[in-house]
Structure formats: structure tokens, C-alpha cells
């Protein structure tokens, strides 16, 4: 059964910067797009960023395009969103997912939400200003 534990979510102030962990089990990891997603109050689950299964293609939502990194690392079964500049209106909780896709190329990212099977319980981030 697919785990995937959310971890680093907290209270930062505007302009600060925080890193989520999202680690996985019960999976052969490197079989997996990443991508982390975000729910704010009142509004729909909403793309972040997507990491292909080899690392090396990323997908960013326009909000976030030079302030996030999305990385993982195979051997740890770990992705990682770094996120910088961080304003209040990145206040949300922060969902890792997975898509399990043994038969997609290692370098294809995907940002569509109804693409990922498996969630985690998700971490709260909020930006204070």
C-alpha cells in the first residue's frame, strides 16, 4: 500500500522560504511521477509542480515559476518542494502525489490533478505578512 507522509509545512513570514518533504513507501518509487498540489480555504485543489520519474523534467503552475523547485531523490524515496519568496497568498495545506506509470517515459512530467492515484495527508504552509 502506497504512503506518502508530508513534512516542513509551518508559519513563515512574506518573503521567507520553507522546504517541504514528502516521503514515500510501499512503492517502487522510481516508477512514480511526483507532483505536490495545494488546497487553500474555500477553493479547489490546484496544480504546484510535477517531477518526471528520472528528475529531470519539471512542470511549475505560472504562480510559482521561479520561486519553487520540485527534486526528489530515488534512493531516499523522497521529493522535495523548495519554495522561496513565499507571500500569503501561497498559504495553503501542500499535498504530495504520486502516479504510478511504469510504461511512461522517464522523462514526462504531468501537472493534471485526476493523473495521481496516491495522496498524502497533506502539511500546512501560511504566510503571514
Known amino acids: 500500500q502506497v504512503q506518502l507522509v508530508e513534512s516542513g509545512g509551518g508559519l513563515v513570514l512574506s518573503g521567507g522560504s520553507l522546504r517541504l518533504t514528502c516521503a514515500a513507501s510501499g512503492v517502487t518509487f522510481s516508477r512514480h511521477l511526483m507532483g505536490w498540489f495545494r488546497q487553500a480555504p474555500g477553493l479547489e485543489r490546484e496544480f504546484v509542480a510535477g517531477?518526471?520519474?528520472?528528475?529531470?523534467?519539471?512542470k511549475y503552475a505560472d504562480s510559482g515559476k521561479g520561486r519553487f523547485t520540485i527534486s526528489r531523490d530515488n534512493a531516499k524515496n523522497t521529493v522535495y518542494l523548495q519554495m522561496n519568496n513565499l507571500n500569503p497568498g501561497d498559504t495553503a495545506v501542500y499535498y504530495c502525489?504520486?502516479?504510478?506509470?511504469?510504461?511512461?517515459?522517464?522523462?514526462?512530467?504531468?501537472?493534471?490533478?485526476?493523473?495521481?492515484?496516491?495522496w498524502g495527508q497533506g502539511t500546512q504552509v501560511t504566510v503571514s505578512s
Open positions: 517531477l518526471s520519474k528520472n528528475g529531470f523534467t519539471t
Open positions: 502525489a504520486a502516479a504510478d506509470r511504469p510504461f511512461v517515459t522517464g522523462e514526462y512530467a504531468e501537472s493534471r490533478l485526476s493523473y495521481y492515484g496516491d
